[in-house]
Structures are given as C-alpha cells and as structure tokens.
C-alpha cells in the first residue's frame, strides 16, 4: 500500500495514513492559524499593555464565573506566580473581582466586573467574527470533523475539562 493512501482496517472501517510531510504541512497550518486566531484580540490587548495570559484569564472566569484560584489554575496550566501576577494586574485594573469563599474562608472566588465583562466581550466578538467565517467557508461537515480532531489531540484531563465546560460531550459547535 501507498504511504498517503487510505486503507481498510478492521471490520471494513477505512484508516487514514497521512505523510510525514502532509503531517507537517497540518502543524503549521495550526499554527498559522493560531496566529491569525490570536491577532485581533491581541490588537486590543495590546493597547492595554496585556498579553495572552490576561486573555485566558478573562475568558475562563468569565466562562465560569465565580471559580476559584485553584480551578483556574488548573485549567489554564500556569503556575501560582505567574497567574497571581495576572490576577493582580486585572484586580489593580477594575477587570476582575476576587471575593472571599462562604464556605471557605481560604478560597478567592473571581468574578469579572462590568469592564471586565466589556473587555471580554471585544476580545471573543472578535474570535468569533473570524471563527464564523472559517466556518461558513468550511462548512458544516468540516466543522464538526476539526472539532473532533481538536478534542481527540487533548490530554484525557484537558478534554474532561473542557467538556465539563461545555456541559458534556453532546454540546457540539
């Protein structure tokens, strides 16, 4: 068989064996992607003097609002030094409330403010904008194809958490 060509494996199923270089030319693809994915609320944060990682932090709490310190630390992978630098910075900036836990006096449960919610908005119209363009253009069936490519290149624990955001695996884009 053909490196690059279809097979059939078990049970009649066809296998997909890519190339090295049709390998290659897919991860570049994503990262220029990931560019383009990042350049326009790049642009906003820019002006505000923030970087990537306010980017996240803001959409995370905003995705789950009233998590913890620990849950976001979790979920965005950083270490406690790195996110509290952050989490100062938005707090300082009128963007992020962190508020003391009921049951845990320990526990900083973070909502954003009303600017914090704003900024949020802009940065994700703007995802989205490009997004739903890629979409279209794509189509239905594309879609739903690189959302399972996506979800199957996470690690076990990064998908749990992200469907567990999304409401469980049948919420599909």
């Keep these: 068989m053909a490196e690059g060509q279809p097979a059939t494996g078990h049970g009649g199923e066809s296998l997909l064996f890519l190339t090295d270089e049709q390998l290659r030319q897919g ?17 906003i944060l ?7 990682a306010h980017h996240r932090a803001i959409h995370f709490i905003n995705c789950a609002p009233g998590t913890t310190v620990n849950n976001l630390l ?3 992978g950083v270490t406690k030094q790195s996110l509290n630098r952050v989490l100062r910075t938005l707090i300082a900036d009128g963007l ?11 526990e900083r449960h973070l909502h954003l403010t ?6 949020e908005q802009r940065l994700s119209d703007a995802q ?11 189509g239905p069936d594309a879609v739903a194809g690189f ?16 469907l567990t955001l999304r409401g469980g695996p049948d919420d599909r884009a």
């Design 27 to 43: 991860i570049e693809a994503m990262f220029f992607a990931y560019r383009g994915f990042t350049a326009d609320p790049d642009r």
């Design 46 to 52: 820019q002006d505000m003097s923030y970087g990537r």
């Design 74 to 76: 979790s979920i965005l």
């Design 96 to 106: 992020v409330e962190s508020r003391v836990g009921r049951s845990d006096k320990r």
């Design 114 to 119: 009303e600017a914090g919610r704003e900024l």
């Design 128 to 138: 989205r904008a490009r997004m739903r363009a890629a979409y279209r253009q794509a």
């Design 147 to 162: 959302r399972r490519v996506l979800e199957a290149m996470m690690e076990p624990e990064m998908r749990r958490q992200f």
